[in-house]
């Protein structure tokens, strides 16, 4: 069973950053894709940004924040981060990690518990 944990969430300011990170004790990490979702309070849960197994392959991003936040891993340390920046008050929501793979062409996904991030003014 593969459990990511997020951290990083907090409180900042609109025009400012944040980084989230997201681990997961798992033996073989590297062979997961990774996602970040975020879901705002009487909003639908929404996919922020996702990448496959490598920081060479494909990443892929919401048009609301393409060009702000940018998602990235280390395998060697279990751990994938979303680097977010000028941050806006539609930002805030909480950000889940997700880790994947398919399995006999079924997608299998794995969320965290969530990360509270709220932007002020």
């Known amino acids: 069973q593969v459990q990511p944990v997020e951290s990083g969430g907090g409180l900042v300011q609109a025009g400012g950053s944040l980084r989230l990170s997201c681990t997961a004790s798992?033996?073989?990490?590297?062979?997961?894709?990774i996602a970040w979702y975020r879901q705002a309070p009487g909003k639908e849960r929404e996919r922020v940004a996702a990448m496959s197994l490598t920081n060479d392959g494909p990443k892929i991003y919401n048009d609301a924040v393409k060009g702000r936040f940018t998602i990235s891993r280390d395998n060697a340390k279990k751990t994938v981060y979303l680097q977010m920046t000028n941050v806006n008050f539609e930002d805030t929501a909480v950000y889940y990690c997700?880790?994947?793979?398919?399995?006999?062409?079924?997608?299998?996904?794995?969320w965290g518990q969530g990360t509270q991030v709220t932007v002020s003014s």
């Open positions: 997700v880790a994947g793979f398919y399995s006999a062409g079924h997608p299998v996904n794995y």
């Open positions: 798992v033996r073989n990490f590297s062979d997961y894709n």
